[in-house]
């Protein structure tokens, strides 16, 4: 079944090469004792195998102390002396009486095939089909690999088809993300409610996220990455950097309007008046807002662009950042203003006098 699937992988495009366990390849040395020819020289079981366990697989006498390293000290026989059937037939066995004797008198030595190494996962003997691939995009390639074994494999009754390896870590990760992405973006609302202590607000700015992402999107595509753990971290530091700038905007908004209110007395401001307001609390704001993307994209770009240990992961994650930090920036000095004046607005006309 593995040698199946080995074939039908190897069709595919993407894999560089597949390659399935052999459930029989390793030779294995069988020492069977003769009960009968042993008890002739007055020897047990236990005395045969004493010495197979000694001279042939070696028995651990003493160990050795250098300074805080401990190393065991093995004796069994030269190599020379056990590296065929005959040679391990020579081995001399001490009998009762005095005398030696070799091996093969009281044994049966041959060599046999079997698997090389028996391996077992829930109580249930497997085998491991090893692929290695071309493309970054793991889910993909096992989403089409799947198909492709479901079409030509015709899998047995008490058999039992997974994936492991990169593509059970990515499974996983994305358990987690469906937990995690919904918990920030949650955990950001309730931060921007109890800054403005009302659910207008809360809701523009985090209307303004998905925008805000897009140029991260387009860097990602740019640089032909893949959707992965790594992206997504950086997508959401670039959802919290983008809510803190939108609420900064918003705020000096704030303040700029209740001093138009504090001017006119009172009364409801028109539409010019709100509008003035909006442009000279975003006015106020252009600098450190620019000021705060240039610095986060001059700490990222080397990130994105260096070399070495570690680097996919950490270019993935600054990916989003550089790239929606630019549309995040103009997004909270040209759109947001808008919305929000748009807001006020509405809220002017109804407010009481």
Known sequence: MALDIENIMKTLPETVSAYGDRAVGGYFLDININRK??????????????????????????????????????????????????????????????NYIPLSEVTTISLSRGAPVVKSENARPNAWVYVDISTSDIGGFVAEAKKIIEERLDLPAGYTLSWSGQFEYMERAQERLRIVVPFTLVLIFLLLYFNFRNLAEPV???????????????????????????????????????????????????????????????????????????????????????MTATAIIAGLLPI???????????????????????????????????????YLQIVEHYRKE
């Open 304 to 342: 994105l662009y260096g070399t070495g240990t570690g680097s996919q992961v950490m270019q993935r994650i600054a990916a989003p950042m550089v790239g929606g930090m630019v549309t995040a920036t103009l997004l909270c000095l040209l759109v947001l203003p808008v919305i929000y004046g748009s």
């Open 204 to 290: 523009i700015v985090m209307l303004t996220i998905p925008f805000a992402l897009v140029g991260g999107i387009w860097l990602i595509w740019s640089m032909n990455f893949n959707i992965s753990v790594a992206i997504v971290v950086g997508f959401i530091a670039l959802a919290g950097v983008s809510a803190e700038i939108g609420v900064l905007v918003l705020t000096f908004i704030d303040h700029e309007l209740d001093r138009q209110h504090k001017l006119a007395g009172g009364r409801r401001l028109n539409k010019k008046e709100i509008m003035a307001a909006v442009y000279t609390g975003t006015a106020e704001r252009v600098r450190p807002i620019a």
């Open 37 to 98: 020819a042993a008890a002739r020289y007055g020897l047990t079981v236990g005395d045969i195998q004493d010495v197979i366990m000694t001279a042939i697989g070696g028995m651990q006498v003493s160990m050795t102390i250098e300074g805080l390293e401990r190393y065991p000290i093995n004796l069994r026989y030269p190599r020379d002396f056990r590296d065929n059937p005959q040679k391990i037939g020579r081995v001399l066995v001490p009998t009762p009486a005095g």
